[in-house]
């Protein structure tokens, strides 16, 4: 089955600055790769996501950027803010639906924005 | 908007009880999913439906039932509790695959141990 590594674990950048998230997904026939936040408590949400036709997508402050070739994609965030601490994880599908089967996920990045 | 609704929120069990964690979704939504979360393991799907009368396993699935007679309802058995299952459980849900855009809709969670 797919097998999904994340890193790093934890992650603390100062304010303002930019975060950077990397995966590595092991099944070629993934097409859909979503990064979730999960705030302290609450359930993960979706923040961003690309699928394997396209190579880089942006929302605002949040990017997301796939290289199928080495079988990896990265989550950037820039000028980051207080609000962006969370944890974060990357997921990969193989699902003919683009991931409603069932997402295979990265065991989750705890990202800190010092002030 | 509800959105996924999960009870109870915390719960404590002792080792062979059994218990129903339940989750109720109004989104019309097809796909329903539950996943766990361990400290390290990221999240693991559990068991995961399709449709009413669906059901299929997924990463993790020893020692869950599930069931799906509507389809706004997913609830999670487990018939016989261990302190392995001790975590942090999520239910999700998500548009059909026919529909599908990738997004999973969390509930906050429910938090078990079992001592």
């Known amino acids: 089955g797919e097998n999904v590594e994340q890193h790093p674990s934890t992650l603390s950048v100062q304010e303002g600055d930019s975060a950077v998230i990397k995966c590595t997904y092991s099944d070629s026939a993934s097409n859909y790769f979503p990064w979730y936040k999960q705030e302290l408590g609450k359930g993960p949400q979706l923040i961003i996501d690309?699928?394997?036709?396209?190579g880089e997508k942006k929302d605002q402050r949040i990017a997301v950027t796939l290289n199928k070739t080495a079988k990896h994609f990265s989550l950037h965030i820039t000028e980051t803010q207080p609000e962006d601490s969370a944890v974060y994880f990357c997921a990969a599908s193989t699902g003919s639906g683009g991931g409603a089967d069932g997402l295979t996920f990265g065991k989750g990045t705890h990202l800190i924005i010092q002030p | 908007n509800a959105g996924v609704t999960q009870t109870p929120k915390f719960q404590v069990l002792k080792t062979g009880q059994s218990m129903t964690l339940q989750c109720a979704q109004d989104m019309n939504h097809e796909y329903m999913s539950w996943y766990r979360q361990d400290p390290g393991m990221g999240l693991r799907l559990i068991h995961y439906?399709?449709?009413?009368?669906?059901?299929d396993q997924g990463e993790v699935p020893n020692g869950y039932n599930v069931s799906r007679s509507t389809t706004e309802d997913f609830p999670l058995r487990l018939l016989s509790a261990a302190p392995s299952q001790t975590s942090v459980y999520f239910c999700?849900?998500?548009?059909?695959?026919?529909?599908?855009?990738?997004?999973?809709?969390f509930g906050e969670g429910s938090r078990l141990t079992v001592l």
């Open positions: 439906s399709v449709g009413a009368g669906i059901t």
């Open positions: 999700a849900s998500s548009f059909s695959l026919v529909q599908n855009t990738g997004e999973l809709f």
């Open positions: 690309i699928r394997s036709n396209v």
